[in-house]
C-alpha cells in the first residue's frame, strides 16, 4: 500500500495569515493520464470530512478560493491564502492512484 | 437535498456481527461509486471497502472476508455487513460517493454523519 505522511501534525493558526500543509507519498501518484491522483478533506470538529481539492490542484464545488493545492510525483501541498475562524480542524491527505485509498495521519489546524 | 444518511451502528461483543445502512436522497447511487471509511476514537480515517455501479467489490486488506459490501438501487441504500467483529472494529463508519475518477475510489463529495460501530464485552 502507498503510505502518506504529512507535515506539521499540529498547526497553530493566526486568522488573517497563511497557511501550508505538506503531504508526500510513498511512491508518485502521477498516472498515465497526466494527473496526480491526490486529495485533500478537512474534517471540521464534530463534523463528517469534506472533500477541498481533487487531482492534487482541482477544488471541489464551492470551496473558497483562498484553498488551493499543488505539487508532482510524491511532494503535494495545501495552502490557505487568508486562514479564516471556520477553517479550523483536521486536514488529511489521501491518495486514490492505487486501491486501497491511504490517508495521510492529518494535521490539526486550530486559532493560535 | 442531497445527502447520504447512515444506521445500523450500535454496541456488540466481540465476534457478533451488524449490517449498516447508507440511505441516499437526493441523486441516485447508481450514479456514484459508494465507498466506506472508518475512524476509530481520536484517531484518523481509514477506508475500508468500495462498491462501483458495474457490481464489482474492493475491500481493505483488514477485512479479511468478514465484511460485505453491497447496494439495493431501487433503494437508493448501500450496505455493510460487518460479521466477526473485534474490539479493534470500534470506530465511526462513514458512507462517502464519489464519480471524479474512473479507475477507483477517491474524490469522496458527498459523505454521512457516520454511524458508530462500538465492540467490547
Known amino acids: 500500500d502507498i503510505v502518506m505522511t504529512q507535515s506539521p501534525l499540529s498547526l497553530p493558526v493566526t486568522p488573517g495569515e497563511p497557511a501550508s500543509i505538506s503531504c508526500r507519498s510513498s511512491q508518485s501518484l502521477l498516472r498515465v493520464n497526466g494527473y496526480h491522483y491526490l486529495d485533500w478533506y478537512l474534517q471540521k470538529p464534530g463534523q463528517s470530512p469534506q472533500l477541498l481539492i481533487y487531482?492534487?490542484?482541482h477544488r471541489a464545488s464551492g470551496v473558497p478560493d483562498r484553498f488551493s493545492g499543488s505539487g508532482s510525483g510524491t511532494d503535494f501541498t495545501l495552502k490557505i491564502s487568508s486562514v479564516e475562524a471556520e477553517d479550523v480542524g483536521v486536514y488529511y491527505c489521501?491518495?486514490?492512484?492505487?486501491?486501497?485509498?491511504?490517508f495521510g495521519p492529518g494535521t490539526r489546524v486550530d486559532i493560535k | 437535498e442531497v445527502q447520504l444518511v447512515e444506521s445500523g451502528g450500535g454496541f456488540i461483543q466481540p465476534g457478533g456481527s451488524l449490517r449498516l445502512s447508507c440511505v441516499a436522497s437526493?441523486?441516485?447511487?447508481?450514479?456514484?461509486?459508494m465507498t466506506w471509511v472508518r475512524q476509530a476514537p481520536g484517531t484518523g480515517l481509514e477506508w475500508v471497502s468500495v462498491s462501483y455501479t458495474d457490481g464489482r467489490t474492493h475491500y481493505a486488506d483488514f477485512v479479511k472476508g468478514r465484511f460485505t459490501i453491497s447496494r439495493d438501487n431501487p433503494r437508493n441504500t448501500l450496505y455493510l455487513q460487518l460479521n466477526t467483529l473485534t474490539v479493534e472494529d470500534t470506530a465511526i463508519y462513514y458512507c462517502?460517493?464519489?464519480?471524479?475518477?474512473?479507475?477507483?475510489?477517491?474524490?469522496?463529495?458527498?459523505w454521512g454523519r457516520g454511524t458508530l460501530v462500538s465492540v467490547s464485552s
Open positions: 487531482l492534487g490542484s
Open positions: 437526493g441523486f441516485s447511487v447508481t450514479t456514484k461509486y
Open positions: 489521501m491518495q486514490a492512484l492505487q486501491t486501497p485509498p491511504t
Open positions: 462517502a460517493g464519489g464519480a471524479a475518477y474512473s479507475h477507483g475510489p477517491g474524490a469522496f463529495d458527498l
